[in-house]
């Protein structure tokens, strides 16, 4: 195998990649959103090993990987297709996927507080279980809203944190 600091890259393919440098961009504002909220929780008194630690381990993670791919991108690598895939890295993406799932996750987020966790949650699982192809609504619709429920238990019972109830209140 070779390794890609030392392979020369052909001429074709040199030059800055515009989808690579928006990838690595966009690591690296997703990288920076983490630590400014991992910044704002508070630290234990007298803890080595307090809530901050493993966020930030994530955060810093993150900006160590978007920074690397920036100076890699900025070098002129690309990301290329594995072998195995059968893919045309010249071909028009398919956004409908995308589409479907941002949306879900836009309308979830706007419904979240007033109509609650487990509504708002279920209609962000139902769309990525929508755009993945599955097309028997009732079931995907059943099965969102259980996995919903499921996890709105688990956050407020095993966890103790305090999630909207929205129109299941007094249920819940």
């Known amino acids: 195998m070779s390794d890609p600091v030392t392979t020369p890259i052909p001429a074709a393919r ?16 997703v990288g920076a ?7 704002k929780i508070p630290f234990g008194i007298n803890a080595y090993v307090g809530p ?14 978007g920074a690397l791919l920036l100076v890699a991108t900025l070098r002129g690598y690309r990301a290329e297709p594995a072998a195995e895939e059968d893919s045309d890295p010249d071909a028009q993406p398919d956004l409908r996927q995308p589409g479907i799932i941002l949306g879900g996750f836009l309308l979830g ?8 966790f ?8 139902f769309s990525v279980g929508f755009a993945f192809g599955e097309r028997r609504v009732p079931l995907l619709a ?20 305090s999630l909207p109830a929205g129109i299941l209140k007094g249920v819940l």
């Not at 901050?52 to 990987?65: K, Y």
């Not at 987020?109 to 609650?116: D, E, M």
């Not at 487990?118 to 699982?125: D, E, I, K, L, S």
């Open 14 to 29: 040199r030059g800055l990649s515009v989808p690579d440098l928006l990838v690595a961009l966009g690591v690296l504002i």
């Open 33 to 39: 959103l983490l630590l400014i909220g991992t910044l």
């Open 52 to 65: 901050r630690v493993f966020p930030m381990i994530v955060s810093v993670g993150t900006l160590a990987l």
């Open 109 to 116: 987020s706007l419904i979240l507080v007033p109509l609650g």
């Open 118 to 125: 487990v509504v708002g949650t279920a209609v962000m699982y």
């Open 142 to 161: 059943g099965v969102a809203l259980i996995v919903a429920l499921v996890t709105y238990v688990a956050f407020t019972r095993g966890l103790g944190l």
